[in-house]
């Protein structure tokens, strides 16, 4: 397992819980977050990655355990407190505006202005100048800043916004399943940029349900199912079959299994469906040896 105690990461969650009524949407869950790093999160609906990612930006706030920024305990109460320590969160939803240009989403709600008092009015040119540095400095080459931000594909849209946390200050950038509604091609535009933020310094803490989007450029894995923590290893600790195995769960595959097999032996295609849940259950666990 990882030792967390060699370094001061940027962000810590040691042994958090939330629960919301009767519910434990998380329980006894660590997380490291450190600089120059990418911590990959990964597990299907429900796991409890979405409440991770709200205690950590600051939507929740946890109900046990520490939560610490830079070594110091925090208890957010809102989602600016976050960003003000330099956590920032880009959600799969995106909140951009469709037809405004690229470089008025870029600056949207951080207008940069010029002039004093009634004389005050929006600086365009720097605005402009300035998103059309900081997507090259990511690598992101725009032909023209001016075009509506709704034109770009999915990927650029995701990479507009790694972009825009990075120019702000972001010491650490929350991505929430960036890659799920991508194609391919996209999906590695994406993570290419991931690659650029953790080069630039950043700790990244990368969300998706995706062990093949994640294990290239990862440097830990956290593991959830239903709220806890089944796995948390360093990238030199596990491979990509193991990863992939955890995430399949080969034993739940072989239970559901045997469970429709006795629930259906005298309806055909339940015992089709059956038949493959156990070759997939078999094939996961030889991938795991």
Not at 9 to 34: E, F, M, W
Not at 37 to 49: P, R, S, Y
Not at 273 to 280: P, S, Y
Request: hydrophobic fraction near 40%; proline fraction near 3%; glycine fraction near 10%.
């Amino acid at each position: 397992m990882i030792d967390t105690t060699a370094t001061t990461p940027l962000v810590r969650l040691t042994d958090c819980d939330k629960h919301y009524g009767n519910i434990v949407a998380l329980k006894d869950v660590s997380l490291d977050a450190s600089a120059g790093e990418i911590t990959c999160v990964l597990g299907d609906n429900g796991a409890g990655k979405s409440t991770l990612i709200k205690i950590i930006a600051g939507v929740h706030q946890h109900d046990a355990g520490r939560y610490e920024v830079e070594g110091r305990s925090v208890r957010f109460k809102s989602p600016r407190e976050a960003l003000e320590r330099g956590i920032a969160t880009v959600y799969q939803d995106l909140a951009v505006v469709p037809l405004m240009p690229v470089w008025r989403n870029f600056f949207l709600g951080s207008e940069a202005r010029k002039g004093v008092g009634p004389f005050s009015r929006l600086d365009i040119g720097f605005m402009r100048r300035t998103t059309k540095t900081e997507l090259l400095n990511m690598g992101i080459d725009l032909r023209d800043v001016d075009q509506p931000i709704g034109t770009l594909s999915g990927g650029e849209r995701q990479c507009v916004a790694i972009a825009r946390a990075v120019y702000f200050g972001a010491k650490v950038l929350i991505l929430d399943e960036p890659t799920a509604a991508l194609g391919v091609k996209q999906a590695g535009v994406v993570l290419h940029y991931i690659v650029q933020a953790r080069e630039r310094g950043l700790g990244v803490i990368f969300i998706t349900h995706n062990p093949h989007h994640a294990y290239p450029v990862g440097d830990r894995f956290l593991l959830l199912n239903r709220g806890r923590s089944i796995a948390y290893h360093a990238k030199n600790e596990i491979s990509r079959e193991e990863l992939t195995g955890l995430m399949a769960g080969g034993a739940e595959l072989e239970q559901l299994s045997h469970e429709l097999e006795r629930a259906g032996t005298a309806d055909a295609q339940l015992q089709h469906v059956a038949e493959e849940l156990e070759r997939e259950a078999a094939q996961v666990e030889k991938e795991r040896k």
